[in-house]
């Protein structure tokens, strides 16, 4: 696990922790009305894929046992990086999703091939755009009519985190 100062994060590592994720993505309740409810299934989550794609479970470190939440991230052409995540909502509001997503920007940034991490969000999920925004990324545009939920096609926010941007680790310090 990569601990952080109230939260841990740690890859997807059983079975349980799959279907927990599995079924966490397919809750409105959890999701959201920003986000479409996912089509994942437990083989995808698990780690080391060749496509590049990292999922890790959020845990508080007051208590560890228990999955609060997910980061996920996979590797889009050009060396860029997609980032996702959700927290369940009695866990929001408590900085754990800023902290999760600035561990996992220290790990790609030193750890992998990577110069551009890349979040994108519904423009009305005001609070994801708060989020991205504290963790450090830059909003950079506006594509029209780019984001499918519920039938309706709507405009979606693409947010950028450059290396040069990130400048330091906020967690991973040797
Ligand atoms: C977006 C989400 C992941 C944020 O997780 P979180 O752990 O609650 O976020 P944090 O506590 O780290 O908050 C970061 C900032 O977001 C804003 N924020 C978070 N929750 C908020 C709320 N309920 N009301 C207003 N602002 C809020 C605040 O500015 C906060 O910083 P602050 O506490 O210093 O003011 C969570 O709301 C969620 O799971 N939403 C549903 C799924 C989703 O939309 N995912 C993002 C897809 S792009």
Redesign the pocket.
């Known amino acids: 696990m990569i601990c952080g100062e109230k939260i841990g994060i740690r890859l997807v590592e059983s079975d349980e922790d799959a279907k927990i994720i599995v079924e966490a993505r397919g809750n409105p309740k959890v999701?959201?009305r920003?986000?479409p409810p996912g089509i994942v299934t437990k083989n995808h989550l698990f780690p080391e894929k060749p496509n590049g794609q990292q999922n890790y479970v959020i845990v508080r470190l007051s208590d560890p046992t228990k999955v609060i939440?997910e980061v996920s991230c996979s590797k889009g052409p050009f060396l860029i990086y997609n980032i996702?995540?959700?927290?369940f909502p009695e866990f929001?509001?408590?900085?754990?999703?800023?902290e999760a997503v600035k561990i996992v920007a220290d790990y790609l940034f030193l750890v992998v091939n990577t110069e551009r991490l890349q979040?994108e969000?519904h423009i009305e999920?005001k609070?994801?755009q708060?989020?991205i925004e504290?963790i450090g990324f830059q909003k950079e545009g506006v594509l029209r009519k780019s984001y499918l939920i519920n039938g309706i096609l709507s405009d979606m926010i693409v947010y950028g985190l450059l290396r040069t941007d990130w400048k330091e680790p906020s967690y991973l310090k040797s």
Do not use: S
């Open positions: 999701m959201g920003y986000c939440g996702g995540f959700w927290i929001r509001h408590k900085g754990y999703c800023v979040c969000t999920n609070i994801a708060k989020t504290k």
